[in-house]
T-cell receptor
Framework: VQLVESGGGVVQPGRSLTLSCVTS????????FHWVRQAPGKGLEWVAV????????EYADSVKGRFTLSRDNSKNTLSLQMDNLRTEDTAVYYC???????????????WGQGTLVIVPS | QSALTQSHSVSGSPGQSVTVSCTGT?????????VSWYQQHPGKAPKLVIY???KRPSGVPDRLSGSKSGNTASLSISGLQAEDEADYYC??????????FGGGTKLTVL
């Protein structure tokens, strides 16, 4: 099982950035996925989830209305579009696989290595 | 959703046992069996070590165990080893398809 994030970088406040997560080693279309972020030197923060079929998505209040999660089951790829970025969005962003087949399990059994997003003040 | 409360740090000598606690509310830990724990070494991605309060994924040693009482979940590590030194995060389902993490506990093996 592998998850590989990409797309991080330095972006000015108010601008947009799209992160990607490419997966392998399992049947992508059978699982939900989460994004979790970690600000420098800080703890983990749950950001968003998509169901296995992409029909259900939910977001943390801190990003709702600014971030959009999508998935392409034909390419085993997850995307996180981040609009109107703020300095407080600076973090390493991890994609994480949900532990349950075609349902939400409440835990994240595999994680990518993360990609760093910096929004300077 | 407010973060779960964890002690900032805990320490123990090799061979000893330590417990990391995580306190929430009836809206998260107290109302859910979807409590999980993650181990994170510096510069690395988190790794699942406990799920559904007390279950261990394959490959996680039985020195690590989880439990829950009321609004508080606990991760216990017995027979401390140097490799256990890491940050540990609890996580709980918080309803409405949202999840919440604790602030993390730094475990130091003396």
């Amino acid at each position: 099982v592998q998850l590989v994030e990409s797309g991080g970088g330095v972006v000015q406040p108010g601008r947009s950035l799209t992160l990607s997560c490419v997966t392998s080693g399992f049947t992508f279309s059978n699982y939900g996925f989460h994004w979790v972020r970690q600000a420098p030197g800080k703890g983990l923060e749950w950001v968003a989830v998509t169901s296995y079929d992409g029909n259900h998505k939910e977001y943390a209040d801190s990003v709702k209305g600014r971030f959009t999660l999508s998935r392409d089951n034909s390419k085993n790829t997850l995307s996180l579009q981040m609009d109107n970025l703020r300095t407080e969005d600076t973090a390493v962003y991890y994609c994480a696989k949900d532990g349950s087949l075609r349902a939400y399990s409440g835990f994240f059994d595999y994680w990518g290595q993360g990609t760093l997003v910096i929004v300077p003040s | 959703q407010s973060a779960l409360t964890q002690s900032h740090s805990v320490s123990g000598s090799p061979g000893q046992s330590v417990t990391v606690s995580c306190t929430g509310t009836t809206s998260d830990i107290g109302g859910s069996n979807y409590v999980s724990w993650y181990q994170q070494h510096p510069g690395k991605a988190p790794k699942l070590v406990i799920y559904e309060v007390s279950k261990r994924p394959s490959g996680v040693p039985d020195r690590l165990s989880g439990s829950k009482s009321g609004n508080t979940a606990s991760l216990s590590i017995s027979g401390l080893q140097a490799e256990d030194e890491a940050d540990y995060y609890c996580c709980s389902y918080a309803g409405n398809y949202k999840w919440v993490f604790g602030g993390g506990t730094k475990l130091t093996v003396l």
